[in-house]
């Protein structure tokens, strides 16, 4: 495993393993866990940098840290550079040193609207959106996908473009939008605009097992790695990679996870926003459709935490 610190502009990260954002998962809760157990640094869920300039709840709401800006950065979503630049100069933003812009999220409902990675196929416009931030001071970064459809590959013109533009870290996820979330990642691309920067780049998709993320750092060259759904299906994953021993074994980190989440939501929604997340933390374990079942049934976090410590 290839550990480094990487410094993203002003911003020293002890270490090269990030947590990818994911809407619906990654909130400030599970956020605080991970970084517990090894991650270097996370990125708080997709945020509509339209909603944060009107001050809808909701996306106030997503940007909840615990306080834990030094690991922390802000993820907005938008075309508009008006838009973009008043989120990132809003008093919501302000304590985040770190910023990403994403330029890669394949949801429909964002697609159509021409932000996400619908900006992979109009990189004059990203580049106007990534000037206009990089203006505000804050350190700004991209996250991207390879392209649009299979075929395509504007990773190298894009990480080229977005260092130019004045970001300091881009982060490619190594697939293309019509893939979402299978498929083997095109190291190649991610490995051709890692050559083409002095940025740091990270490489995300496709990260479950060490081997994984070995393949990951031989086959792109990148400066680290981001890990989605294999952080929530083994909790202790950062620590495995680092060689580390987990402050929080795996039962340990669901049950801290249903306490905290009961703190952030209350314990009615807490049940909800858990049920999830039962598929990943069962995943591949004896006996998990029978347990998940329980889980889903119980209308208190004291049974679920009971039913964690008898059969996990």
Known sequence: MQVKQILIGKTLVENNIFLAPMAGYTDACFRDLSLKNGYGF???????????????????????????????????????????????????IAPFNVVDINMGCPVPKIFKNGEGSALLGDIKKAETLIKECVKTGKDITVKIRTGLKKGDNVATDFAVMAEQSGAKLITIHGRVREDYYSGEPDYTAIAQAKKSVKIPVIANGGIFTEKDAEKMFNETGADGIMIARGAIIDPTFAKTLLGEKPVLDNKRFIIEHVKGACKLYGESKALRELKKFYPYYFKGRSQSKRIRERLMAVDSASQVIEIIEQDF
């Open 42 to 92: 996370a990125f708080t869920e997709l945020v509509s940098a339209k909603g944060l300039c009107y001050g809808t709840n909701g996306s106030k709401d997503l940007l909840n840290t615990n306080g834990n800006y030094a690991k922390v950065g802000a993820q907005l979503f938008g075309s508009d550079p008006y838009y973009l630049r008043s989120a990132i100069e809003s008093e919501y």
